[in-house]
């Protein structure tokens, strides 16, 4: 595999498991020093070790994106063990999916908490090195659930929250280098899926293959074919792609 982010340093949100992982793993093959930052410790640990296993530098820090202070400190630690913070991708979610009517408030705001407001904390603590060294790339993980989708007003409106921190980020800081996009996923196999399967009291692969049939390409995302699209994002070469959000789901979306 090329090595096209070779002297780059990564830093991934909730990249212990499932497609932060899977973004994790693709920046580390293609040369780039990776940090990850997430509240599953063991996940990590597991993580750490897997990745050392494989002959990577990777930094792993417990931190909750929710926690300003724990976001800028982890900032501040990956900056200083690797030199620089050049690519952020903001993928650290969760889902409290129920219909509006038997929504709590909390369900409410801990989906808002962890997209939005940890999306803007790490955003903004690595911006100031990314301005400083006048080159940056920002990628939030976004969902085709921005379109609507049932038993999901929190998860929605938080996804379709990020688009629009996200074009702001790109008029905002383009000036200085620094280029911010959203990837859009459609159904992805990972954890997060899979409990949403138990959830609703459907074996995984049934689940996986009753999605499927609705896809135009009639197979269910990896976390890998999320990774492809944040890649391209962080190119060097892609500079001029900014403000832009890619729907990878198998198919158009409206």
Avoid: C
């Amino acid at each position: 595999m090329s090595k096209r982010f070779e002297g780059r340093v990564a830093f991934v949100t909730g990249g212990s498991r499932g497609i932060g992982k899977a973004i994790a793993q693709r920046f580390l093959e293609e040369g780039a020093k990776v940090a990850i930052i997430d509240i599953n410790e063991e996940a990590l640990v597991e993580t750490k070790k897997e990745f050392e296993g494989q002959g990577f530098d990777v930094f792993v820090k417990k931190a909750n994106v929710v926690n300003r202070d724990e976001v800028e400190a982890a900032v501040a630690d990956v900056v200083e063990k690797f030199g620089s913070l050049d690519i952020l991708v903001n993928n650290a979610g969760i889902i409290r999916d129920n219909l509006l009517f038997k929504m709590s408030d909390d369900d409410w705001q801990a989906v808002m908490d962890v997209h939005l407001k940890g999306s803007f904390n790490a955003a903004r603590a690595a911006q100031k090195y990314m301005v400083e060294q006048k080159y940056g790339r920002i990628i939030n993980i976004s969902s085709t659930s921005a379109l609507g989708n049932y038993g999901q007003a929190n998860y929605a409106t938080a996804k379709a929250g990020l688009q629009g921190f996200t074009k702001t980020l790109a008029i905002e800081l383009g000036k200085f280098g620094i280029t911010t996009n959203a990837v859009a996923p459609g159904f992805i196999e990972t954890e997060m899926t899979k409990a949403t399967a138990a959830r609703i009291g459907v074996p995984f692969e049934k689940f996986i293959e009753a999605r499927a049939n609705e896809i135009p390409v009639r197979r269910s995302g990896k976390p890998s074919d999320i990774a492809n699209a944040v890649a391209f994002f962080a190119d060097e070469k892609s500079s001029f792609v900014n403000g832009q959000v890619i729907y990878v789901a198998g198919g158009p979306t409206v």
